[in-house]
């Protein structure tokens, strides 16, 4: 649209120009959101202006960066938290096609409601919203307006929602701090047990003031979730403005959140906490770059690094968070019908686009090698319609003990700003036969046997083996004059603390048994006896008013161990977080392969992007730390490891069943101690960890005990098993 003004003569004085669009805002009767009358789920993010060099100061070039980044990643939505953003925002959203909730900037954290019922306030905080609605209007992009963040309850809000109803009715009012109705006849005084009982079963009291059109929730857990879903006093559509508190090591569970959400036709959506890490671009005194936090500035007070916080990394850099939103969030849902004859079941969740606009590409896998691959276009499914497609693929025969999956990929077909045609928007695996690991049988002769009061030293073809008889821990291990083992094999039932484990679990305190029990575990017996064809090692260890663990080593004469490690934890013992071994390992490991869950980090609670298969890079780049150092690196559902020198020798680890594993260039002391990455030091040996398996990272928030991760991911069984075999393997081992 255009407007010319013009003087008495014709010419023009001045002139202005704005794009239009034009669309319906509104909710269905079951509470559902309709976009033109189509149910839409808000995939959201919370978005602050930031740039790692310039702070606040944000380039037109990183605007759009943010937007392509959502875009690529099947973000639709965004919450302009807690400010009106640069217009430039906004047209971007117009333009690419992102919701837009448009927040005023009201926030009064500290005092919370005190200023909403204040009438000497009522004047500025209204002049805050109407000056954000009148500036706002013509953008096509923004779908609600909302009043501020966490500026509690009051007649100023209500006064704001009066004026912009009636000035704007098109679109909904958002609010999270209007919250409980005073009005309501089951309303409970603030405190009380009602109250308590309300909020633990429907986050509520019992509802919200009328003059707010969605209500809104923060960091709510999954039953709260659906609590408020369910709950016979709502009859509103319910919204997250802020969950999956996205700090250091975190984002667990999020795949929980949206079944929940696409299960409630009035759940609809959430925004992550928050897009981008607030880090600053800094240089250490030892020359190393690295993104800088609250209190490295010489300012007081701070909080630390609390704004380290989102789903992509300072710099706009991908995180493994970043990978798991892309994946919950595509816009397919591809389910097995027949796989061995090539069928499967693809669900639209496009609100708008027709599938048969994309390629699908398959791919016949056989233990992570692909057999047969091909492609086909997009299906003709129109949007939240499902629909069978057909690939190319012969009919597979699988094998007995072997792996089988078909790996499916969506990509786009035509250029666009955000992404050129051939872009991956989607992907996922359809287990056809998923075979538990076997170890190979091994025929050797015994190892020869060698016992002071120190050792127990076993030899044998081209390999020993020392285990200290102080310590019970497998010390050295050698193969073919290679040296494996640069610090002993022992125990590991502890990691170094993610934001969420010592901010909100709190887990040095609460799992303090845990924590030191490197310190406190004692040997109680070490024995060796030849059985037939190898050697046993056994070890028996206590930790004290924890629990008693055993470790057998089946040694056999051509270097091969295998290790059986079982725990058994007290009644009284709090949960554990890991339960694993540790060992420190030669460097000269540079290369690594693994078959197993990736090929980027991932966590029980966080695995849903990281696919099966056979994935090899540089051993460094198995961990990137987060930055404020913290558990990291870690891989799920691990068949092998294999851990290769330049010159092709190779340190293989098999599981028995199916294992995690992470290997550090740092210390774990240096991990756990330090504030910076900058502060991160290269170690004369690799840190490996094999373990059975380790809680999940959670992060419902960061700061209560819903910082723990949710019940299915924690560790509460008080007998853990598990086994693996060590053995140098050829370069050429499949």
Not at 129 to 146: F, G, P, Q, T
């Amino acid at each position: 649209m255009a407007l010319n003004l013009v003087d008495k003569n014709g010419n023009t004085v001045e002139a202005r120009s704005s794009k239009i669009g034009f669309r319906d805002v509104r909710f269905s009767e079951k509470n559902a959101l309709l976009i033109n009358g189509v149910p839409v789920k808000l995939i959201g993010v919370n978005r602050h202006d930031h740039s790692p060099t310039g702070g606040k100061t944000v380039t037109r070039a990183e605007m759009e960066k943010d937007i392509f980044l959502l875009k690529q990643n099947n973000f639709n939505s965004i919450r302009t938290s807690h400010y009106p953003n640069d217009p430039h925002i906004y047209d971007l959203c117009d333009k690419y096609g992102l919701y837009v909730i448009d927040e005023a900037n009201i926030e009064s954290h500290g005092v919370r409601g005190e200023l909403a019922n204040d009438p000497t306030w009522t004047a500025s905080t209204m002049d805050r919203v109407i000056r954000l609605v009148e500036r706002d209007k013509n953008h096509a992009s923004i779908i609600s307006w909302s009043f501020g963040n966490e500026s509690g309850c009051g007649p100023t809000f209500a006064g704001m929602s009066g004026y912009v109803k009636d000035f704007d009715p098109t679109r909904f009012i958002h609010y999270e701090g209007a919250q409980g109705d005073p009005n309501h006849p089951e309303y409970a005084p603030i405190g009380s047990k009602k109250h308590k009982e309300f909020n633990a079963k429907y986050h509520s009291n019992p509802t919200d003031p009328p003059y707010v059109d969605v209500l809104s929730r923060m960091y709510p857990h999954l039953e709260q979730l659906e609590g408020i879903a369910t709950s016979p006093f709502i009859n509103r559509p319910i919204l997250m403005c802020e969950y999956a508190h996205s700090m250091g090591n975190s984002l667990g569970n999020l795949k929980e959140y949206w079944d929940l959400i696409y299960a409630h036709d009035n759940l609809i959506g959430g925004y992550i906490w928050d897009m981008i890490d607030q880090g600053i671009e800094r240089t250490a005194k030892n020359g190393k770059k690295y993104f800088a936090y609250g209190g490295d500035f010489g300012d007081t007070p701070n909080d630390q690094n609390f704004c380290i916080n989102g789903v992509f990394n300072s710099d706009r850099g991908l995180r493994p968070q970043t990978y798991e939103c892309k994946y919950v969030f595509q816009p397919v849902v591809i389910k097995a019908v027949d796989l061995k004859k090539g069928i499967i079941e693809i669900e639209n969740r496009y609100n708008f686009t027709n599938l048969s606009n994309y390629m699908f590409t398959w791919e016949v896998v056989e233990n992570g090698k692909t057999m047969q691959q091909g492609e086909f276009k997009g299906p003709d499914i129109e949007p939240g319609k499902k629909g069978n497609a057909k690939s190319g693929y012969k009919q597979i025969k699988p094998k007995a003990g072997n792996d089988y999956w078909v790996q499916v990929k969506m990509f786009s077909t035509k250029n666009e700003d955000w992404a050129e045609a051939g872009y991956q928007i989607a992907e996922e695996q359809l287990i056809i036969q998923d075979s538990k690991p076997v170890l190979d049988a091994v025929k050797t002769t015994a190892p020869e046997i060698a016992e002071n009061e120190a050792a127990i030293t076993l030899k044998g073809n081209k390999f020993s083996a020392t285990f200290d008889k102080q310590t019970g821990a497998l010390s050295s291990l050698n193969y073919n004059g290679l040296k494996v083992i640069e610090k002993p094999l022992v125990p590991n039932l502890w990691r170094p603390p993610t934001d969420n484990d010592s901010r909100g679990w709190k887990t040095p305190e609460k799992l303090e048994v845990w924590a030191k029990s490197k310190e406190t575990i004692t040997l109680e017996s070490i024995s060796a006896q030849k059985q037939g064809d190898v050697v046993v090692i056994t070890i028996k260890r206590i930790i004290p008013n924890a629990g008693n663990i055993e470790e057998n080593y089946t040694v056999y004469g051509n270097g091969i161990i295998d290790v059986d490690f079982n725990l058994q934890v007290e009644e009284s013992a709090p949960e554990l977080i890991r339960v694993g071994m540790q060992a420190g390992i030669n460097k000269a490991f540079v290369n690594a392969r693994f078959y197993g869950n990736g090929p980027h980090e991932n966590y029980i609670d966080r695995n849903q992007s990281a696919f099966k298969g056979l994935y090899a890079m540089k051993t460094n780049a198995l961990t990137e730390s987060y930055v404020k150092p913290q558990e990291c690196g870690n891989r799920t559902g691990v068949e092998w490891l294999e851990l290769k020198t330049e010159n092709g020798k190779a340190l293989k680890v098999e599981a028995k069943d199916k294992i995690a594993f992470a290997v550090w260039p740092f210390t774990e002391e240096n991990l756990s101690t330090s504030n910076f990455t900058w502060e991160l030091e290269e170690a004369e040996y690799y840190t490996l960890n094999i373990d059975l398996i380790q809680a999940g990272v959670g992060g419902i928030d960061t700061w209560s005990i819903k910082a723990r991760p949710i019940q299915n991911y924690r560790l509460l069984e008080k007998n853990y098993s598990y086994g693996f075999r060590l053995g140098l393997a050829n370069a050429s081992t499949p």
